[in-house]
Structure formats: structure tokens, C-alpha cells
């Protein structure tokens, strides 16, 4: 939450709250799982403004595109998602961007399979201490290791579940299409898909893997050290 900035308080006036919310990643290529959700992240979170930060090295894993034109692709995906704000994040590490962006105490959005990976990110602790943890779950996932991540946590209070319908497709499950030849339809929004058949991108890629719920690139641009 953070308070707007402005002019002195005269008597009896309030100080308006601002939401904050973060989401990060290497959007290479941004797809419908993460405009759904940055969406549901928002309403429930009541968030004001959402920034949506593409990380212009994430250091742990190799992308397929440059910064720039991943960045522009982000644009393109949340261009409808209300208080949506995309911009490049040159920090690799969540706790680097956190420290950098000193807000206050912004909601951060993960997946479910990002946070059964979160005791491995950079100070997971730290990241606690600066943001508070927004986990989207969907039906059927196992909150077996949810609950022992949680109960790892030294302020496992500061993480709230909420379920999102389940959008299997993932961002290397895009690439391996695009390379095949194959439609991307209902995959990613309708400009991201243009702007990629435009410019061309992932069709000289050859296939590797695919599946999953959310991104596989929603991970600790934030991922161990």
C-alpha cells in the first residue's frame, strides 16, 4: 500500500491510499496465463496499479528475444488490464527490484509452482519483509509443498491464496509451437500473436518442451542464485 504524494494535509483531511501490486518476468512471449492473472490479481487484491516489470536479463535462463522486444510485447499484452503499467526491470533477483523500487508494501503475484520454489529464490525472508506474497492456486493443485514452503517462512502471514482458472500454456510451449508451424491462437492475445508472426520471432527456434499452468518464465527472475 502506498500513500499518494501531493500537498500538505490541512486539518481533517485523509492521506489516499494507493494499491500496489508487482508482476515479473521474462514474458518471452507474454500469454494469456499471465493477462488472467494480472486480471484476477487486481480484483482481488483491489490493486490500483499493477507493474508489470519485464526482466531485461534474468541471468538464470537463456530468452529467446531481446529486452526491448520483449518488453514491447508486454505492452501489447496488458495493454487492456486496468492499472496495468509495463516497464523494464533491470534487476535479475525479486529482492534487487524490491530494494531498488522501495514501495510500500506492495502485493507481489507468483504462481503456485513459483511459490513451491520460493525457499530457493534470493532472501526469500527479505522479499517478505518488502512485499507481501500473492499465490495464485488452481483446482487440483497439491498444497502439500505450499504448506511446507509456508511453514518454512519467518512471516508466513504475509502470503495470501487465491484460485485462478487454469490456463494450460506456457511460454516455452509457445516458442516449440511457433517453431512447428503450428497456431497460437487463444494462447496470447490477439496483438501479441500479430506482433510475433510480424517480426518473425521463435520460428527459426527449434522445439523444446512445453506444459504447465503458468509461465515458465514466472520464476525468480527469481530463481536461486
Do not use: C
Request: hydrophobic fraction near 45%; proline fraction near 8%; charge should be negative.
Amino acid at each position: 500500500m502506498a500513500a499518494a504524494s501531493g500537498a500538505r494535509l490541512q486539518p481533517g483531511e485523509s492521506v489516499a491510499v494507493v494499491s500496489v501490486g508487482l508482476l515479473g518476468g521474462a514474458f518471452d512471449p507474454p500469454h494469456v496465463g499471465h493477462v488472467a492473472l494480472a486480471r484476477e490479481g487486481i480484483a482481488v487484491f483491489s490493486l490500483d496499479r499493477l507493474l508489470v516489470r519485464v526482466v531485461a536479463d534474468p541471468g538464470h535462463k537463456e530468452v529467446s528475444t531481446p529486452a526491448g522486444v520483449r518488453l514491447e510485447l508486454a505492452r501489447l499484452a496488458f495493454s487492456e488490464v486496468r492499472g496495468a503499467e509495463v516497464a523494464l526491470d533491470p534487476y535479475a533477483r525479486t529482492v534487487d527490484s524490491l530494494e531498488a523500487l522501495d514501495l510500500d508494501d506492495p502485493d507481489f503475484l507468483i504462481g503456485a509452482d513459483e511459490f513451491a520454489a520460493f525457499l530457493a529464490w534470493k532472501e526469500p525472508d527479505r522479499i517478505l519483509e518488502r512485499a507481501r506474497l500473492g499465490v495464485a492456486t488452481r483446482p487440483g493443485v497439491e498444497r502439500g509443498r505450499l504448506d511446507e514452503v509456508l511453514a518454512a517462512l519467518a512471516q508466513p502471514g504475509r502470503v495470501s491464496f487465491f484460485t485462478l482458472e487454469s490456463h494450460p500454456v506456457s511460454s516455452s510451449e509457445i516458442r516449440t509451437r511457433v517453431a512447428a508451424g503450428r497456431p497460437i491462437d487463444g494462447l496470447v492475445p490477439p496483438a501479441v500473436r500479430a506482433e510475433i508472426e510480424r517480426l518473425g520471432l521463435y520460428a527459426d527456434r527449434p522445439p523444446t518442451g512445453a506444459g504447465g499452468m503458468l509461465p515458465d518464465d514466472l520464476s525468480e527472475r527469481t530463481t536461486p542464485n
